[in-house]
Every structure is written in C-alpha cells, then in structure tokens.
C-alpha cells in the first residue's frame, strides 16, 4: 500500500496523518556554554526554533532536552519538551530515546530540526518530511542547496552531497566533490556546471528506523570524515535529499552568530 493511500478501512497511516518535529537541546556547548538557553528578543534560542518550526505542517513539535532548565524554560513559553538521558553521544540517540518516550509508531514520520536554527524555514522542515511519504525506497531524508562560491565549495566545514539521478545521496564528504577533473587541473579557480551541491543539517526518519540507527555499528567512512549520515549509506539505507535554491539562514555555532541572530530578532 502506498504511503500516500489509506488502510482498507478508511482510516490514514501514520505517515499521512501528519509528522512530528524533535528538536533535541544539549546544555553543554563548548564554545557557546548554555546555548539552548541563550535570550533571543526575549525567548531562549529553543524557544525561537520551536516558534519556528510551529509554523511548519507538523502536528506536534517537542523538544528532547537532556536538563530540566530546557524542559522548564520550554514549558514557560508552552512549548513541549521531554527530559532525556544526559549521557547520549549524538543527537540521533537523543532522539530514538524521545520516540520511546513519546510511543511513536514505527511508521511515524519524525524531522530532526537542530536546536540552534532559529531561522529554519518552515517550508523545508515540510520538504523534508514530503520525502519519505513520497519516497517509501528511503530510510532517511534530508536537503542541499546550490553552492555559489569556491570558498564554500573547498572550505571542509562545509559539507558537500552528491546525488543520483533519483535524487538519492551517493556520497557526502568535506572535500570538494565532484571533482571536476579537467577543470581542477590548474587548481580550483571556478565551480563546475551544474553547481555542486552544500549539505543542509536537517533529516527525516521513520521513527522505527530512527530507533535502529544508533545500535548501527559505525562506518570507517563516518569515522573518517566525522559525518554520522554516512552510516546510513554504509549499511545500505537510501537517503533522499530536497534541493532547494535558498540557502537556509546560518545556525549559530560561535559567540559572532549569536550576535547577527540577535540583531535579527531585535529588528
């Protein structure tokens, strides 16, 4: 049965009666200590992301916060949060922890917006989820825009994907790919036709994969390029990926982003 069709008593799946957004919220931040929390024109910065993603068609949008500040500072605003364990290694596990929590079947449809993305466009948290409900082949979707500089496009911390004529990922990687071999033979003066592609940090699952994934063992590619989605396409999982045009508006990693996002939403 497709996705898109409904049981044979009438009723929708679980996938077509809408998705759910989990933004998990880490309080410990190298660089930015306490940045789930940091003000935001009067929110905290996991607030504004919620706000935001709100705004998407989801049916339900929760934080899964690892410290009962985030969940209180949430519920202070009306925003739903469940407390997870503090101990989880990545995001992915904080998640499949929150789907228990939150008894998401199997066939739910889950997008992981990060916490610190309180620009996210609603529109692409809804692209994201349209895949799997329009691609029933993937195990996980997510987006890219077009690159339109050198500097990005050989810049490592910038992720770069490469797709296959179903709009399906091969490959992501730090390196600039692909790799243009003739024209990257006096070196990397200008970007091949058609524009290669920056990966955007946000992903659907079905949330009876998403509880799979980190008991995955993990990839020697993974390790190597210290990017967790390449497990998914070690192990045979497709992912799915949206293009858009627009690249999405920056997250904040560093003291200088928080100050731009202020200014945002102070005017």
Known sequence: MSRLETNRDGSDTEAEQGFTVLIPARLASTRLPDKPLADLGGAPMV??????????????CVVAADSIAIIEA????????V?????????????AEACELLRLGDDA??????GDEPLIEPALIDAVARLLVERPDASMGTAAHPIASVADFTNPNVVKVVLD???????FSRAPIPWWRDGFAQGIATLPQPAPLRHIGIYAYRAGFLRQFPALPQAPIETGEALEQLRVLWHGHRI??????????????????LERVRRFFAS
């Open 109 to 114: 449809i889950v997008v992981n917006v990060q």
């Open 240 to 257: 799915a990926v949206h293009v858009t045009e627009v690249a999405p508006g920056a997250g904040v990693d560093t003291p200088a982003d």
């Open 83 to 95: 407390q997870t364990r503090p101990d989880h290694p990545s995001g992915s596990d904080r998640l």
């Open 165 to 171: 004529a179903r709009q399906l990922a091969l490959y």
């Open 47 to 60: 607030v504004r992301v919620a706000q935001r993603a709100r705004l998407s068609a989801a049916r339900r």
């Open 74 to 81: 949430c519920h202070q605003h009306g925003i739903e949060a």
